[in-house]
């Protein structure tokens, strides 16, 4: 089954990632910049296998810098140790304002989930299409269709990337997936102070949330497929598909009207 890359691999969506595909019988190697974390989810994976035990490697680095992503960018590339799914899924939330003079978020925010990606893609990309086969998911956002915030326009960039990426790979063997989650039940929105009360729940309606295992399960049927974007659920296909088809000044409208609900939230 050949080895997967996850960045971000030890919460949420990432770890989710590194479960399913060790349970399909990839070898792991796990990125993210907490080394206890990615003992234990290194840990937990080896002992997960039933018929076999997992090998899982781990990489500390933090994709803010240029030289840590460098170094993961080199194992994407290591020849004699290839990796045959990988997963650009580290990010986080970007809560600073556009206008804010102190723009030391959104650097970090396009360094992780613009700069880092397109680095590590292109160096999966080159390899994958070297021997003829592979799989790149991006993890894009259902809020790049949005016009919320920089994190809108960042992960609108990834789902935009994951497409022209795909193209410049058709024929070579490599599928590029970007998925496009909703709002997912992970630490995200913890670590960004976004909800209040009941853990991941905030001014969501229910019906919204996602659990990363379905989520994930969906989007390797997707992968499996080679298919471009992957949308969990008829919920949240129907929501893009409607965002698609609204007009533009209605899509800014219904944006305004969240960004609002999410700062009286913060300020309450
Ligand atoms: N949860 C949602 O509702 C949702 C919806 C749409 C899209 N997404 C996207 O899904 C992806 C995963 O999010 P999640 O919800 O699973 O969040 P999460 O539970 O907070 O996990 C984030 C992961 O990224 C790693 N990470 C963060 N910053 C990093 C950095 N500078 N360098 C290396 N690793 C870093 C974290 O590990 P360390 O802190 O140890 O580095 C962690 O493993 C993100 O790209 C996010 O934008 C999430």
Not at 31 to 36: L, M, N, P, S, W
Request: proline share 3%; net charge positive; charged share 25%.
């Amino acid at each position: 089954m050949g080895t997967a890359l996850i960045t971000g691999g030890t919460s949420g969506i990432g770890a989710e990632f590194a479960r399913q595909l060790a349970a399909r019988g990839h070898d792991i190697v796990l990125v993210a910049r907490d080394t206890a974390r990615l003992d234990a989810m290194a840990a937990e994976l080896r002992e997960s296998g039933r018929d076999r035990q997992t090998a899982v490697e781990i990489l500390v680095a933090d994709l803010a810098n240029p030289k840590d992503t460098d170094r993961v960018a080199a194992r994407l590339g290591d020849r004699q140790h290839p990796i045959d799914v990988f997963v650009n899924n580290a990010g986080f939330r970007v809560s600073s304002r556009l206008s804010n003079p102190d723009v030391a978020e959104h650097d970090r925010a396009l360094d992780v989930m613009v700069r880092a990606v397109l680095v590590l893609g292109g160096a999966a990309a080159r390899g994958m299409r070297e021997r003829g086969s592979g799989a790149i998911v991006n993890v894009a956002s259902i809020n790049g269709q949005l016009t919320l915030s920089g994190y809108s326009a960042i992960k609108a960039w990834v789902r935009v990337y994951s497409e022209s990426l795909s193209n410049e790979l058709r024929g070579s063997g490599v599928t590029v997936t970007a998925l496009m989650p909703g709002w997912v039940r992970t630490e995200f929105h913890q670590r960004a102070g976004t909800t209040k009360g009941e853990a991941g729940r905030g001014g969501i309606p229910n019906f919204l949330w996602l659990e990363p295992e379905l989520l994930v399960r969906d989007c390797l049927r997707d992968v499996d497929k080679g298919r471009v974007i992957s949308i969990p659920t008829v919920r949240y296909k129907f929501l893009s598909w409607l965002v698609k088809h609204l007009p533009d000044a209605t899509v800014r409208w219904v944006s305004r009207g969240i960004s609002l609900s999410r700062s009286n939230e913060a300020e309450s």
